[in-house]
């Protein structure tokens, strides 16, 4: 087994609500450092497990079974070029000089700008580059994907509950 670091950001449960912490820890283990910040509940695992998959997935079902829902996985898949070079383990210079094409090839473009000068890529995108240049790891990808596609399923997720109230106050009206 590996012990695998990764955080939930959650929200549902209130700091000051009697029996979180054993509710909580009844509903997993006690591998998570809790703490409640603006309204969100961060919960910061060191999860033993034979896959970063599985210590993912279980958390998450621990944290759903606590009476939390579950808002966004870190590290996030949406990164800037200052996470770049902390993920990769290179300097701001280097994962700058990937970004423009002129270190390795087939750098991915950002997917989003926040601003002109704050582009952000997809984790993703960068870990397989980086990976196709013996730059990362086969884990550290493998990693990046799975925390992707749970942030997808958290995203739809919450759009889906935002969207049955509405279609069932629209049947209830209609009938």
Request: net charge positive; hydrophobic share 40%; charged share 30%.
């Amino acid at each position: 087994m590996k012990t695998f670091e990764f955080t939930i950001i959650a929200t549902g449960l209130s700091p000051t609500e009697d029996g979180f912490a054993d509710r909580f820890f009844k509903a997993g283990r006690d591998d998570a450092t809790i703490s409640f910040q603006k309204g969100a509940t961060i919960l910061e695992f060191d999860r033993e497990a034979k896959t970063f998959s599985r210590a993912l997935k279980s958390a998450i079902a621990n944290v759903r079974d606590a009476g939390a829902e579950v808002v966004n996985i870190e590290p996030d898949h949406l990164v800037s070029l200052s996470d770049i070079a902390d993920r990769a383990g290179k300097t701001r210079a280097a994962a700058s000089n990937y970004a423009k094409g002129s270190r390795g090839k087939n750098f991915p473009a950002p997917v989003v700008r926040v601003t002109t000068e704050s582009p952000l890529w997809d984790w993703v995108g960068v870990a397989r580059s980086l990976y196709r240049q013996d730059k990362l790891t086969l884990p550290d990808l493998l990693q990046a994907r799975v925390v992707r596609a749970e942030n997808i399923k958290v995203l739809e997720r919450q759009r889906d509950h935002l969207m049955a109230p509405q279609g069932a106050k629209a049947s209830t009206r209609a009938a």
